[in-house]
């Protein structure tokens, strides 16, 4: 009775730290850090009790590794440059290093396929409002946000220009969630395929709703990799044939009645994605031309800053000073940011994450790590077209992943985790696990 107790104490906490997020994006405009930044040290310190200082053990050759060793990096180079004043940096410490503290503690309590299925039945209620945004052209959720600098493209709805953003404020934010939520339905898919039916459908309205471009480059590339490693073990069953007509015909329905309706959504979607194609829209052309003059930033400065960087805020503070058509409030492009910010070094470092990631993802003959390898890489293709280091709700989601993957290296690599210690396992005749060597890296 008291072990069900804790296991709920401890799914309370963490539900209770995701809403106190989204309420701050709501209703605090500045100095979440002093908030968020003691309740993840305190939760982390709450797991670390509770897991009996049980540790996820990480070398040198994997995720976790690299990812702090470029937070160390980035936070002792902003440390240098930016000095006492710690605004410049704080973000760094509250998005990104405080949540991987806590992210490395809850993931050892978490269950990937329980967490999977809670993730999925949340995020398939949400693509349901998110058809409603899109066909509304209305937020939601609007209302709820007090903080007037969140209150993004307010003039756009009612509009063809409506854009779905949920609970998550901002468009691109929420997409990068929905194809997240993609992912869980279909390494968790339902019993019923009726909602696997309606929830994936919704789930792809959301995500053409956000008319994130970048998000929709993401789900291509994860869902063509998921579906490639699903073909190869898919067994067809004469359900599965008759299921399939019965689908054609109802869309074959739904398409004769809302012929006009849903060739205007089509041809809006299909504009949308042209145009993002065209060098003379507005945002390619900001992006663009961010890069070229970053890129020349860069080229043009010091060997020290060329290797380190100008500092955690060098990027937006350059763009604040040569604002491009009156565009200043971002760079929109975190491989950019860090390159102008922490240099060659951190460009690097972080480079070599994302290929980490990718390798293993690509290499991975076990679900689970492909399910949290394809997570981290839907958000770092997306990140090419804004910076998801300094959104507090994706770097939640980026650290759990990151520690999660790791987690489930290690496991699938015959390493359990045991107090304070790793300990290799090995199989034996009879199917039962039992103890090779402990391990302390």
């Given at each position: 009775?008291?072990?069900?107790?804790?296991?709920?104490y401890k799914?309370?906490?963490?539900y209770f730290?995701?809403i106190?997020?989204?309420?701050?994006?709501?209703?605090?405009?500045?100095?979440q850090?002093y908030?968020?930044?003691p309740?993840?040290?305190?939760?982390?310190f709450?797991?670390?009790?509770?897991n009996?200082r049980?540790k996820?053990?990480?070398?040198?050759?994997?995720v976790?590794?690299?990812?702090?060793l470029?937070?160390?990096?980035i936070l002792?180079?902003?440390?240098?440059?930016?000095?006492?004043?710690i605004?410049?940096y704080?973000?760094?410490?509250y998005?990104c290093?405080?949540?991987t503290?806590?992210a490395y503690y809850?993931?050892?309590?978490i269950n990937?396929e329980?967490?999977?299925?809670?993730v999925?039945?949340?995020?398939?209620v949400l693509s349901?409002l998110?058809?409603?945004e899109?066909?509304?052209?209305?937020s939601?959720?609007?209302q709820?946000?007090?903080v007037?600098?969140r209150?993004?493209?307010?003039a756009?709805?009612g509009?063809s220009a409506?854009?779905?953003?949920?609970?998550?404020?901002?468009?691109?934010?929420?997409a990068?969630?929905?194809?997240?939520?993609?992912?869980?339905?279909?390494?968790?898919p339902f019993?019923?395929?009726?909602l696997?039916l309606v929830?994936?459908?919704?789930?792809?309205?959301s995500?053409l709703?956000t008319?994130?471009r970048?998000?929709?480059?993401?789900?291509?590339?994860?869902?063509?990799?998921a579906?490639?490693?699903?073909?190869?073990?898919?067994r067809?069953?004469?359900?599965?044939?008759?299921?399939?007509v019965?689908?054609?015909?109802?869309?074959i329905?739904?398409?004769?009645?809302?012929f006009e309706?849903?060739h205007?959504?089509?041809?809006?979607w299909?504009?949308?994605w042209?145009?993002g194609?065209n060098?003379?829209?507005?945002?390619n052309?900001n992006r663009?031309?961010?890069?070229?003059?970053?890129?020349?930033?860069?080229m043009?400065?010091?060997?020290?800053q060329?290797?380190f960087?100008?500092?955690?805020?060098?990027a937006?503070?350059?763009?604040?000073?040569?604002?491009?058509?009156?565009?200043?409030?971002?760079?929109?492009?975190?491989?950019?940011?860090?390159?102008?910010?922490?240099?060659?070094?951190g460009?690097?470092?972080?480079?070599?994450l994302?290929?980490?990631?990718?390798?293993i993802?690509l290499k991975?003959k076990?679900?689970?790590?492909e399910?949290?390898?394809?997570t981290?890489?839907?958000?770092?293709?997306s990140?090419?077209?804004y910076e998801m280091?300094s959104?507090t709700?994706?770097?939640?989601?980026f650290?759990?992943?990151?520690?999660?993957?790791e987690?489930?290296i290690r496991q699938a690599?015959?390493?359990?985790?045991?107090?304070?210690?790793c300990?290799?396992?090995n199989?034996d005749k009879?199917?039962?696990?039992n103890v090779?060597?402990?391990?302390n890296?």
């Open positions: 009775m008291s072990e069900m107790l804790k296991i709920k799914r309370v906490i963490i730290f995701v106190v997020i989204v309420l701050l994006q709501f209703r605090m405009a500045t100095k850090g908030v968020l930044f309740m993840e040290i305190a939760i982390a709450l797991f670390f009790i509770w009996g049980v996820i053990c990480w070398n040198e050759k994997k976790l590794f690299i990812w702090n470029f937070l160390i990096y002792g180079v902003a440390v240098l440059i930016d000095g006492i004043r605004s410049a704080q973000s760094i410490l998005k290093a405080g949540m503290i806590m809850i993931a050892m309590y990937h329980e967490t999977l299925k809670n999925r039945n949340a995020g398939g349901l998110g058809v409603v899109c066909v509304t052209k209305q939601l959720f609007l709820f946000i007090t007037e600098s209150q993004y493209m307010v756009q709805l509009t409506a854009r779905v953003r949920l609970i998550f404020i901002q468009p691109i934010i929420c990068v969630f929905m194809v997240f939520f993609w992912l869980c339905l279909l390494y968790r019993k019923s395929n009726i696997n929830f994936g459908l919704s789930i792809i309205i995500i709703g008319q994130s970048s998000s929709w480059i993401a789900f291509v590339c994860v869902t063509l990799f579906l490639k490693k699903k073909i190869k073990t898919f067809f069953k004469k359900s599965d044939f008759y299921s399939g019965i689908l054609l015909i109802l869309c329905v739904i398409i004769c009645f809302n309706k849903l205007a959504v089509l041809n809006f299909w504009m949308r042209i145009t194609l060098i003379t829209n507005a945002s052309y663009v031309t961010m890069i070229r003059n970053g890129l020349n930033d860069w043009r400065s010091g060997l020290i060329k290797l960087g100008g500092g955690a805020t060098y937006i503070d350059y763009l604040k000073n040569y604002t491009i058509r009156g565009w200043n409030t971002a760079v929109d492009n975190q491989y950019l940011t860090i390159l102008m910010n922490f240099g060659l070094v460009e690097v470092l972080f480079l070599y994302a290929y980490k990631i990718a390798t993802t991975a076990n679900s689970k790590i399910f949290w390898g394809l981290c890489i839907s958000m770092l293709i990140t090419f077209f280091l959104w709700m994706i770097t939640m989601l650290t759990l992943s990151v520690c999660m993957l987690k489930e690599n015959g390493f359990a985790l045991c107090g304070g210690t300990c290799l396992y199989k009879d199917g039962r696990y090779k060597q402990k391990n890296n």
